[in-house]
């Protein structure tokens, strides 16, 4: 028999078998019954306000994470970075159990009750407050009675910020198991509705591991009462049924029903859940089975032999560790390192590795074109998008595009050829040559993201001196890079020499590289290259797959307006940025000293408050198409200044090689000789 489940949330989800509320008083059978959890403690747990002394709990999760990223990453599904549930195609996925449960919330071995998350705000103490009516509506509600009504389980998480469970919880985010949805319901929240869910554990048979250390085992299925249901009691007013759940009364819990939420023409003060709605257990069932399983097993599916799946997307998934179960995202270029982390600290010392063989992918695999690149590329431009000067005289075999961008910089394109690519240590050997060795490529973490502990989604290693760029690096002194990386510093010397110097500007040969390397799906988002310790000058190699390559205006400048609205400092008033005539109409009347500067930042202001009530991002103002063997010169400070660039690979397997010069007075003394290199005759390149 398919144990009974209880709804009382109205929706089109619900039918009419699944919101009765049935009070299934079955015959009773001669097993002995164990109360599964004495009504006492039940209550203590409710009652009892805060407990210093946490208990330690009995097992392991077996999956736990300090960084919510990384657990992301390891579950499927628990795929949400942020928010409490993890919804969709409409069901509920996953769900974590943390510091916001709200009132009433309970937890004991094997039921978790819980608020669910949507219509909150914070208040001043931090506290969620509910501030809209929680329907069916909302998704989120909606994906949990749908999981109720199509009985499928859901994982739970615990994280350690948990204050019901009054346990010491091992780690930040704790995997729980998989639990059903056995009910759904409205309750009053100050003046709003909001939803509560009970979660059952589907797997009785086995000991929490979150059960209190020294706790007796669970009565075995044989000994368990599948019988107790809580009383169902059908509204006089709406005449629908709800369950009995509190202990000091029967409510109709029918939103819309005059009724709602209230004991005996009263509202209830205190509330404590009835024993027969804590003690209820579904009868197990067969045919409840969730669709994933709670801890998969990636590493079981990948041979690290297998040249094609290496860097395929699903092997930079994180994986769980099979000796300590910590979720291990993919830091390194060849594989899976427990340690390491960044994170976990010298006291997690858990040896677990897997690495890939990785055997080099070819250009074939990456390249769509029937002969590994054109003779001499076409190219058409958007004609929204800006237009090169086109030169293919000077640099011949390459095509030299320039794109100028007035007052600000120019970014030049060296578009190479299959004939470029085929040289001897060109780049066709670059990319072979690089995937060979080690190079000590891997992932860093975010120093500023919106979900703490994120990833960049490429990897990277520095040569030559130190530079920071989205996030830190540690650099290898240029005497300790192999020959593809001196060959690579060799084309990007002469291309930053050809591009500054048609320019008029002054040329630094470049003393750093950074090398980042792109598997399938990975890219590099939105950032500049401005820092102040580097030069005006940045060059880069592109191997492999091919890449889209997109630079718009930084939103403050495109839009005049920082993010939190204020005028940014000195507008520059940038060719295509919004309202660029009314704003130089308007610097042009305070310059003339026609209007002063307390007028011009009002007018300024209300103009483009306006005009940025739907504020989006710039549309890109360039997308180059970057191919293996290219070269981009970015040069001008105020490019990095007041524009931002991303690069998305097409395909797996790429390497971007750029080289910038680092200002030596912003360096430390000891790492100044990271920088200095001597090429070979053969690392030097002149373009031939
Ligand atoms: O992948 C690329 O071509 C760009 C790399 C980049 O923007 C950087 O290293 O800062
Ligand atoms: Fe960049």
Known sequence: MAPTTRSTVAGPVQSDDVQSGRVTRGRKTATKKVPIE????????????????????????????????????????????QGGLYHLHGFCWGFLVDSDSGERAYIDDEIIITRVGGGCTKDKDGNLTLIRDQDFKNVTVKSLLNNQQSKLPVGLVIGSKNKELKRKLPHRYNVMAYFQVTDVWYERVGEKTGVKVRFEKLELSEKSWWAALGSPNPPSLEERDFDTKPESIQCLSCHRKSPRIYNEGWMCLEPTCTDFWYINQSRPDALTFHPDFLNTRSRPARTIRPHHSLIPNLLGTISEDDPEVSSMRI?????????CSKCVPRMFWRGWKCTDDGITGPQHQ?????????????????????DLGP??????????????EIDDESLFPYRKLTYRIRGVGSITHFVANRAINSQYGGPNDMFRTLQTGDLGLRRYRLQQSVVAGTLTAHFAVNFGMPYKYVVSVDSKGFDEAPDPILRALGRLTWATEQAVSSAGDHFLPPNELLMLG???DMKIGFHDDGESSLGATIATLSLGAPSTMSIRMKYKYYHGLTKVKHLVDHDPILEGCKHEEERLDLKKQLDAGKISLSHYKERLYSLLKIGTTAGGEAPPRMKLELHHGDLVVMHGEKLQSYFEHSVAPENKMRFALTARYIKPDHVDENELHKGRFTLSPDQIYNGQ
């Open 38 to 81: 004495p009504l006492a403690k039940a209550l203590r747990l409710q009652i009892k306000e805060s407990d210093p002394e946490l208990g330690p709990v009995c097992g392991n999760p077996p999956a736990w994470s300090e960084k919510r990223p990384d657990l992301c990453d390891a579950l499927p599904w628990f795929r949400a970075t």
């Open 518 to 520: 792109y598997f399938e």
């Open 350 to 370: 858990c040896p677990f590795q897997k690495l890939f063989n990785m055997p080099p992918v070819s250009i074939r695999s990456v390249v769509d074109d029937f």
């Open 375 to 388: 003779i001499q590329r076409a190219l058409y431009f958007n004609p929204k998008m800006a237009i090169p």
């Open 315 to 323: 092997a930079w998934k994180a994986i769980v560790c099979p000796l």
